[in-house]
């Protein structure tokens, strides 16, 4: 046998992912919100009722290998197609062999990945075979399909949206890999459950990632006399690029590096925000997760000193989801910077507090009639409105008129500091309270 036999060949390798992708539903890992017992996706594959469909989800959790199983579930011609590497050409070629095999009775499941790489010429190429039902198109994408897939299009797909497996479903699979002879079964394989949980940890939900990092870290592996193959953390930690992870997204370090983070920014010390924002992105925590904290400390713990605090933040976030790791971790310091140095006030914070106490400690308060909106003669009649005075209308645009029920008529909320832009909100709130007691 040579190297470039077409014989099955010892020298080439299947990858254990591929190896292991599941072809029944009991198999499947993940996505029990759309194949567990009962769901909507499960039913309409076991009555064979596909119809068109998108899978929107992150890469590596079973889009494509969801469709593999469909297809064969409903014995369809299952026929993968790429954006990446097909044009209009390809597609007519595919569709009238698809229109050919639906004359002879087989139906024709076409996956698509990455569909939203096709131009709008390209998927209108799809629509009148989608139509006649010479195929079952299921497209996959990463990108929303609101705004990648033309509506035609998308008008006539159901999208279901797969989400990131779990830690516990990754960890389950590298599991199965030790286990199945498809994986490493007939190979005695010495890991510890802590690697395997830094594995999956690591790979943020990602299916191939965590088998393609444990594969690698079994073929560095250490093989003793007995045949047994011994990974240790160092050897996982060197397959990661990164050393060994004590980060738990559901623990207690999980709580205390965020705690570290969140109250860094509010000490106003960005050296320190900096070095635990790392921390957790070197721990495999998610950044979007990073990015959502800082939205909330931008009102939480700066409010109304620096509204554009809340701005930096949300662009922060918007920019963490168009790049992702590794990239956006510069754009998460510039926001635990930007937090750190803003002026602080925690006067918002404290508002909602005080007004979710009132509201839990008191009845329901009915809405004052003058501020009311009388839109009908019997709520006029009712007096919805009456009394009302619009603020626009006066020379101070302010009017002396009571908002709050009269059980709550004098309570105050809202105590703004004296640090940064807040300093004027406090200034000009003071003068309006005092206008409105001398009236």
């Known amino acids: 046998m040579s190297l470039f036999s077409d014989s099955p060949s010892q020298f080439i390798k299947t990858p254990l992912a591929s190896r292991l992708r599941p072809e029944t539903l009991d198999e499947y890992v993940g996505q029990q919100h759309l194949v567990g017992q009962g769901m909507l996706l499960r039913q309409l594959i076991e009555k064979d009722q596909i119809s068109s469909m998108i899978f929107w989800g992150p890469p590596g959790v079973g889009k494509t290998t969801l469709a593999r199983i469909i297809a064969g579930h409903t014995h369809s011609h299952f026929v993968e197609f790429s954006a990446v590497t097909s044009g209009i050409k390809e597609v007519k070629e595919v569709m009238k062999e698809a229109e050919d095999n639906r004359k002879l009775g087989i139906r024709t499941l076409l996956f698509t990945d990455e569909i939203h790489r096709f131009n709008k010429a390209q998927q209108d190429a799809f629509l009148p075979y989608v139509e006649k039902g010479s195929i079952v198109l299921v497209g996959a994408t990463t990108e929303n399909p609101s705004f990648e897939i033309?509506?035609?299009?998308?008008?006539?797909?159901?999208?279901?949206?797969?989400?990131?497996?779990?830690?516990?479903?990754?960890?389950?699979?590298?599991?199965?890999?030790?286990?199945?002879?498809?994986?490493?079964?007939?190979?005695?394989?010495?890991?510890?459950?802590?690697?395997?949980?830094?594995?999956?940890?690591?790979?943020?939900?990602?299916?191939?990632?965590?088998?393609?990092?444990?594969?690698?870290?079994?073929?560095?592996?250490?093989?003793?006399?007995?045949?047994?193959?011994?990974?240790?953390?160092?050897?996982?930690?060197?397959?990661?690029?990164?050393?060994?992870l004590l980060y738990d997204k559901n623990g207690e370090e999980h709580y205390n590096l965020i705690s570290a983070l969140h109250k860094s920014m509010r000490n106003s010390d960005p050296d320190a925000a900096v070095y635990w924002m790392s921390r957790m992105i070197d721990g495999g925590e998610d950044p979007l997760y990073i990015a959502r904290r800082m939205v909330r400390f931008a009102s939480e713990d700066v409010g109304m000193a620096d509204s554009n605090a809340l701005n930096v933040a949300i662009n922060v976030y918007q920019a963490c989801h168009f790049l992702g790791l590794p990239e956006c971790n510069v754009h998460l310091a510039h926001a635990a910077v930007y937090l750190?140095?803003?002026?602080?006030?925690?006067?918002?914070?404290?508002?909602?507090?005080?007004?979710?106490?009132?509201?839990?400690?008191?009845?329901?308060?009915?809405?004052?009639?003058?501020?009311?909106?009388?839109?009908?003669?019997?709520?006029?009649?009712?007096?919805?409105?009456?009394?009302?005075?619009?603020?626009?209308?006066?020379?101070?645009?302010?009017?002396?008129?009571?908002?709050?029920?009269?059980?709550?008529?004098?309570?105050?909320?809202?105590?703004?500091?004296?640090?940064?832009?807040?300093?004027?909100?406090?200034?000009?709130?003071?003068?309006?309270?005092?206008?409105?007691?001398?009236?």
């Open 340 to 439: 750190s140095m803003a002026p602080k006030s925690n006067a918002l914070e404290r508002a909602c507090i005080e007004a979710e106490n009132d509201i839990k400690e008191s009845p329901a308060e009915p809405v004052p009639h003058h501020i009311r909106n009388g839109v009908t003669k019997l709520m006029k009649d009712a007096g919805y409105g009456k009394g009302y005075i619009y603020a626009h209308d006066t020379e101070e645009k302010i009017t002396k008129m009571q908002c709050l029920p009269d059980s709550l008529k004098d309570r105050r909320y809202y105590d703004p500091g004296v640090m940064g832009d807040e300093a004027a909100v406090k200034e000009r709130l003071d003068e309006i309270r005092k206008w409105r007691s001398e009236k």
């Open 150 to 244: 033309n509506s035609a299009l998308l008008s006539r797909c159901k999208v279901f949206i797969l989400k990131a497996l779990t830690e516990d479903d990754l960890f389950g699979l590298l599991k199965t890999a030790l286990t199945s002879e498809k994986g490493f079964g007939n190979s005695p394989i010495n890991i510890s459950d802590d690697s395997l949980r830094s594995i999956a940890a690591f790979s943020n939900g990602d299916a191939r990632c965590a088998l393609n990092t444990l594969e690698m870290s079994v073929n560095n592996g250490i093989l003793d006399a007995d045949g047994v193959i011994t990974v240790s953390s160092e050897i996982v930690a060197q397959c990661m690029d990164r050393r060994s």
